[in-house]
Antibody
Framework: QVHLVQSGAEVKKPGASVKISCKASGYTFSKNSILWVRQAPGQRLEWMGW????????QYSEKFQGRVTITRDTPASTAYMELSSLKSEDTAMYYC???????????????WGQGTLVTVSS | DIQMTQSPSTLSASVGDRVTITCRTS??????LAWYQQKPGKGFKLLIY???SLESGVPSRFSGSGSGTEFTLTINSLQPDDFATYFCQQYNSYSPLAFGGGTKVEIK
């Protein structure tokens, strides 16, 4: 059974960075892309970027380019999303999701993590 | 980038009703569209992909249709478990991934 389990809630100060993990189980981690999205209060879902764990290829949304880094630890079946230079507007629930296919582009997402709340406050 | 317009934003319905949610895209995306259900504290569930293909394990009362720029998600005979928020997502590989604004289905 496929599961994506994310790390716990974080509270950060403006200017800091946050790194969230997404541990996959129940399938071969390298065969499916992992997407990161966020959902801020009252806002629509925003995609942040994706990684193909099999080759490490990534693509980032222009909105977050330069602030977001997505990595993976293939032996640990874990993907990570790090967001830097945090602002109060980055307060949101962050989700990882498994793509049906290897590449993140042109993909839809069949399993989702439970979400990680990141609060940015001074 | 492709803009996604989902309507209505909120829908009040009763158990047994037929419900239709619409998703429009600013550019044609063929049938590269998925629908998801989100429940508080339960994450997202894939319902429909390729505009009309039912994901395995999803009840047959859910159906999707459309192509190009206009798509619909229909729930036949709404069940208590279906009160949730629904999102569309386009995955045309020539454009950045995008989501609709969501439709909250509430109990009338």
């Amino acid at each position: 059974q496929v599961h994506l389990v994310q790390s716990g809630a974080e509270v950060k100060k403006p200017g800091a960075s946050v790194k969230i993990s997404c541990k996959a189980s129940g399938y071969t981690f390298s065969k499916n892309s992992i997407l990161w999205v966020r959902q801020a209060p009252g806002q629509r879902l925003e995609w942040m970027g994706w990684i193909s764990p099999g080759n490490g290829n990534t693509q980032y949304s222009e909105k977050f380019q330069g602030r977001v880094t997505i990595t993976r630890d293939t032996p640990a079946s874990t993907a990570y999303m790090e967001l830097s230079s945090l602002k109060s507007e980055d307060t949101a629930m962050y989700y990882c999701a498994r793509g049906r296919f290897f590449y993140g582009s042109g993909n839809y997402y069949d399993y989702w993590g439970q979400g990680t709340l990141v609060t940015v406050s001074s | 980038d492709i803009q996604m317009t989902q309507s209505p934003s909120t829908l009040s319905a009763s158990v047994g009703d037929r419900v239709t949610i619409t998703c429009r895209t600013s550019q044609g995306i063929s049938t590269w569209l998925a629908w998801y259900q989100q429940k508080p504290g339960k994450g997202f569930k894939l319902l429909i992909y390729d505009a009309s293909s039912l994901e395995s394990g999803v009840p047959s009362r859910f159906s999707g249709s459309g192509s190009g720029t206009e798509f619909t998600l229909t729930i036949n005979s709404l069940q208590p478990d279906d009160f949730a928020t629904y999102f569309c997502q386009q995955y045309n590989s020539y454009s950045p991934l995008a989501f609709g604004g969501g439709t909250k289905v509430e109990i009338k």
